[in-house]
């Protein structure tokens, strides 16, 4: 079963209320933007990072869009010194491939090592927009079902400000 439909299947699961918006393979927030899909809601920009000394801590971390996240001041924040995770690294925790990180990607992480970092200002949009796992589509649903849908997951998960 392709992932966005074991995504979906687990929101409905979860009884978390979403829309889909489909459209052409997003690879960053500029195609986001390009596609028209930031038309629906705010999208959100994720990140997935390692502790940079030996690569045993796996962070992914979401934020609005527009938000720059500085590597250092997030590290700080979460007590280790972070640096991108590889596509290995991806492919092996999350089961995804560049292009399709997303905070529901948890679903995936069956040894619930990653730890997931929502943005506190999220909080503020209401309805935020994720990808289901899959960048040829974005799900929008409120801040706090995302919250939940990740908790679902047993994953740690951490809401703190990254601006």
């Given at each position: 079963m392709p992932r966005q439909e074991i995504i979906l299947a687990f929101l409905q699961a979860q009884n978390i209320p979403y829309t889909l918006v489909q459209h052409p393979p997003a690879y960053n927030m500029q195609d986001?933007?390009?596609f028209g899909v930031t038309a629906h809601g705010h999208v959100c920009k994720n990140l997935f990072?390692?502790?940079?000394?030996?690569?045993?801590h796996h962070f992914l971390v979401?934020?609005?869009?527009?938000?720059?996240?500085?590597?250092?001041?997030?590290g700080e924040k979460l007590g280790w010194r972070l640096s991108f995770a590889s596509e290995e690294r991806l492919l092996r925790h999350l089961q995804?491939?560049?292009?399709?990180?997303?905070?529901?990607?948890?679903?995936?992480?069956?040894?619930n090592a990653v730890q997931v970092v929502l943005d506190a200002g999220l909080a503020a949009l209401g309805t935020v927009g994720v990808h289901p796992c899959d960048n040829a589509a974005t799900v929008f649903l409120s801040f706090d079902d995302l919250v939940r849908a990740v908790k679902a997951c047993g994953n740690p998960v951490s809401v703190m400000?990254?601006?």
């Open positions: 986001i933007a390009a990072l390692r502790d940079s000394k030996k690569g045993k979401t934020a609005r869009g527009d938000l720059p996240v500085d590597l250092d001041t997030l995804l491939t560049p292009g399709q990180v997303s905070p529901l990607a948890a679903y995936f992480n069956q040894d400000e990254l601006a």
